[in-house]
């Protein structure tokens, strides 16, 4: 079990399984082989920098250029982007914690493509969200349906608006209706995208559990909080009901917040009109 999972279970305990030295037990234990698997290196450098490069920018540490998992050169195109990977190697303290590092990470999976991942492939598996999103399976509990009717009906209503499409929530557990001609338009609206923002979205949908929440943060419907608080929405009604441990919880949604907005922020920049790219260049200046 990892960490972020283990935060989450503990927040759905009841007080009484949540207090007991078992649990302090099993944290201590899950916590100590964590530490021991996830030993980061030390940071090595003092100096963060950027250095423009035949149109492309490039990562420095101490002069020394960031290299790619296979060794090649770390380069960007956007300068945006590059200035927050700087930012987020330059936010390392004692150690450097991989982990926290997610737009490194999505413009090495970029850069590299390790999976060989073909866009097609990966917008069909993101179709497969669909059917299982979070915002789709409403709850027969009446106080959690009448809460998820307040806060998600009114973003699959214009979901559907703007999309031109056609999908309806399911209290059961049979899947949501959602039209052929509907998934149709949303995949095509999905290809529309270059590879590297599919890996944005990939990251972004996977950890909302929600193509709807993630193409309506794309779309500025919503921001990042509000995505994650409501596909955390019966959770947050559970913790309500019993209570939380707050440090589990702060983690937990901190963690999630930082995934999707790495995932939203790849999507956005690199969906950019080169027009755009270079007016926000210019403001960095």
Excluded at 100 to 112: K, S, V
Aim: aromatic share 8%; hydrophobic share 40%; with cysteine.
């Amino acid at each position: 079990m990892n960490m972020f999972n283990l935060f989450t279970s503990i927040n759905r305990c009841s007080p009484i399984v949540r207090n007991s030295d078992k649990l302090r037990s099993i944290i201590s234990h899950e916590y100590a082989a964590f530490k021991c698997y996830a030993t980061a290196p030390k940071r090595f450098y003092k100096k963060v920098g950027i250095i423009s490069s035949g149109g492309l920018y490039e990562i420095t540490l101490d002069n020394r250029k960031v290299k790619t998992p296979k060794g090649n050169v770390f380069k960007v195109d956007n300068k945006i982007l590059a200035l927050m990977i700087a930012k987020e190697w330059d936010s390392q303290l004692e150690e450097i914690q991989s982990s926290t590092m997610h737009l490194t990470a999505l413009c090495n999976t970029a850069l590299e493509n390790p999976n060989h991942v073909v866009k097609e492939e990966a917008v069909d598996k993101l179709m497969g969200y669909l059917e299982t999103d979070a915002v789709l399976y409403h709850s027969r509990n009446e106080e959690v349906n009448a809460l998820q009717k307040r806060e998600w009906s009114p973003l699959i209503e214009w979901f559907n608006k703007d999309f031109e499409v056609n999908i309806n929530a399911t209290t059961t557990f049979e899947d949501p209706s959602i039209p052929s001609d509907s998934k149709e338009a949303i995949r095509n609206h999905l290809l529309s995208y270059n590879l590297p923002s599919i890996h944005g979205f990939n990251l972004a949908v996977e950890s909302l559990k929600s193509l709807i929440l993630t193409l309506s943060c794309v779309r500025r419907r919503i921001n990042v909080e509000q995505a994650v608080l409501l596909s955390r929405l019966e959770e947050e009604y559970q913790a309500g009901q019993w209570g939380r441990v707050e440090w589990a919880h702060d983690i937990a949604q901190v963690d999630l917040q930082a995934r999707v907005a790495a995932g939203i922020i790849f999507i956005q920049l690199n969906s950019m009109s080169e027009d755009t790219k270079s007016k926000l260049a210019i403001k960095q200046k």
